[in-house]
């Protein structure tokens, strides 16, 4: 992999040696200076037909692209759950802007609200567009089979715990990718009125993601199991369990409480005046 950086050597046939001084591999542009030019030169890396210092092309991909990562982690879970990790989940919800969402890998037990956190396998789009890579040792652009082998590298462990039967889970999930993949996503994310709860379970929310894909017009496709009376609660952590200490002095009878007839009569009780 060629590594594009300020002080990079490079070449161009009408130019000859130069030095890059930014880069820019959102876009594929860098700046170089080329000789003793004083002024640097902007050159496109699908166009322009720059090379490293050894006279190896330096490709940029043209086409634009997916500003969310969750649908090649859709593919990389799909192709993990043939291999028999039917326990590994993917968990994908908006963020409180509405401009990213963020996704979650988890395994071991389906437990969509408390759910196993580990390392690495949680992202964010905010932060995939800056570097768009899952965060594992994963490189840009990576195939399915690309992200597997880096998320065994980099979590062995937390893979392993994958390994294990859900073929409800599986069947869903396979379902919903051959429905979307390769150009939309599904989002947990249920949209409540400004008052009040839910009295319908919504259709799964689907989103595309690229910019230039048209919005999702397909049938409306089920939840996931064990999803059944979620939608209809609020989503909150349960709160701490309160520890109450012993009392330290017994409170006393309200007023005009009536004892019971039954209770014996306290033996250091004063005797009622005849």
């Known amino acids: 992999?060629?590594?594009?950086?300020?002080?990079?050597?490079?070449?161009?046939?009408?130019?000859?040696?130069?030095?890059?001084?930014?880069?820019?591999?959102?876009?594929?542009?860098?700046?170089?200076?080329?000789?003793?030019?004083?002024?640097?030169?902007?050159?496109?890396?699908?166009?322009d037909e720059v090379q490293t210092a050894d006279g190896v092309p330096i490709l940029f991909r043209r086409a634009p692209p997916d500003r969310m990562p969750q649908a090649r982690l859709m593919a990389m879970v799909r192709a993990l759950h043939g291999a028999g990790y039917q326990r590994l989940y993917l968990y994908v919800w908006p963020k409180a802007s509405g401009l990213?969402?963020?996704?979650?890998?988890?395994?071991?037990?389906?437990?969509?609200?408390?759910?196993s956190w580990r390392e690495g396998w949680y992202g964010s789009g905010a932060d995939y567009n800056v570097n768009p890579v899952m965060g594992w040792g994963?490189?840009?652009?990576?195939?399915?089979?690309?992200?597997?082998?880096?998320?065994?590298r980099f979590d062995p462990h937390g893979l392993a715990?994958?390994?294990?039967?859900?073929?409800?889970?599986?069947?869903?999930?396979?379902?919903?990718?051959?429905?979307?993949?390769?150009?939309?996503?599904?989002?947990?994310?249920?949209?409540?009125?400004?008052?009040?709860?839910?009295?319908?379970?919504?259709?799964?929310?689907?989103?595309?993601?690229?910019?230039s894909l048209p919005a999702y017009a397909g049938p409306a496709l089920p939840w996931p199991p064990g999803w059944q009376g979620l939608w209809s609660k609020v989503h909150a952590l349960?709160?701490?369990?309160?520890?109450?200490?012993?009392?330290?002095?017994?409170?006393p009878p309200a007023a005009g409480a009536q004892s019971d007839p039954d209770e014996e009569p306290d033996a250091e009780q004063a005797p009622a005046a005849e």
């Not at 992999?1 to 030095?19: D, E, K, N, S, W």
């Not at 994963?138 to 065994?152: F, M, N, V």
């Not at 369990?241 to 012993?246: A, H, K, S």
């Open 1 to 47: 992999m060629t590594i594009l950086a300020p002080g990079t050597v490079i070449f161009h046939r009408h130019r000859g040696y130069g030095v890059i001084t930014a880069v820019n591999l959102l876009t594929g542009w860098i700046a170089a200076r080329f000789g003793s030019e004083s002024r640097t030169l902007d050159l496109n890396l699908s166009t």
């Open 100 to 115: 990213h969402w963020r996704w979650h890998l988890f395994t071991g037990r389906r437990d969509w609200m408390q759910r």
């Open 138 to 152: 994963d490189k840009p652009g990576a195939s399915t089979e690309e992200l597997i082998a880096a998320l065994a």
């Open 161 to 211: 715990q994958a390994l294990g039967r859900d073929e409800d889970h599986a069947a869903w999930f396979g379902a919903i990718c051959d429905a979307l993949l390769p150009g939309y996503m599904y989002s947990l994310d249920m949209a409540r009125p400004a008052h009040g709860l839910l009295t319908e379970m919504p259709p799964l929310p689907v989103v595309p993601v690229r910019a």
């Open 238 to 251: 349960p709160a701490p369990r309160l520890e109450l200490g012993p009392l330290a002095t017994p409170l």
